[in-house]
T-cell receptor
């Protein structure tokens, strides 16, 4: 799977938007961009994923660059409960369905939210 | 989203004993489950991939005789740490794969099991 690059840490103020960047310059055409987050002492939690178009769900938005070499996870109004490590991961989608193998976790971005 | 549970959430054991951790997919059938290990302040490291009804595939450097994995049904996988030692103390996390309509499989994670070996 192609690698991703994320900042080690970011800070945000409560109730302000947060933009978490991810670079994936070696992404291939069949790689989906996934975001997971891990709160302290918990298992990772699925946040969102996308392929080419921007995506929205109840947790966040995912903005994908036109060349797909970077993406941004957007939390519209950060809360204290959003403090976590956010992982950007690429997964290859196989033509016959399903994804290739397991998730490979990098170091992610540790997001701190200040009240 | 799909729910994955783990039991126990926390276990403390003496060195030399064996510990079994259960991972269940509660509202879906998971043909594939994964086991990860996470040491303090580090990222998740994949230990093994478990497919229902077949032998697990272990990552390089993971001792299959020490970390026994059984995936006997579509909703249950177990990890047994045999003859545990203090260096096995870690946060063990399982995940299960669900195929989403029109897209890639999605992995859903359990809450993790904190193992402390004295």
């Amino acid at each position: 799977d192609a690698k991703t690059t994320q900042p080690n840490s970011m800070e945000s103020n409560e109730e302000e938007p947060v933009h978490l960047p991810c670079n994936h310059s070696t992404i291939s055409g069949t790689d989906y961009i996934h975001w997971y987050r891990q709160l302290p002492s918990q298992g990772p939690e699925y946040v969102i994923h996308g392929l080419t178009s921007n995506v929205n769900n109840r947790m966040a938005s995912l903005a994908i660059a036109e060349d797909r070499k970077s993406s941004t996870l957007i939390l519209h109004r950060a809360t204290l409960r959003d403090a976590a490590v956010y992982y950007c991961i690429l997964r290859r989608f196989l033509n016959y369905g399903g994804s290739q193998g397991n998730l490979i976790f990098g170091k992610g971005t540790k997001l701190s939210v200040k009240p | 989203g799909a729910v994955v549970s783990q039991h126990p959430s926390r276990v403390i054991c003496k060195s030399g004993t064996s510990v079994k951790i259960e991972c269940r997919s509660l509202d879906f059938q998971a043909t594939t489950m994964f086991w990860y290990r996470q040491f303090p302040k580090q990222s998740l490291m994949l230990m093994a991939t478990s497919n229902e009804g077949s032998k697990a595939t272990y990552e390089q450097g993971v001792e299959k005789d020490k970390f026994l994995i059984n995936h006997a049904s579509l909703t249950l996988s177990t990890l047994t740490v045999t003859s545990a030692h203090p260096e096995d103390s870690s946060f063990y996390i399982c995940s299960a794969t669900e195929t989403l309509a029109g897209g890639p499989d999605e992995q859903f994670f359990g809450p993790g099991t904190r193992l402390t070996v004295l």
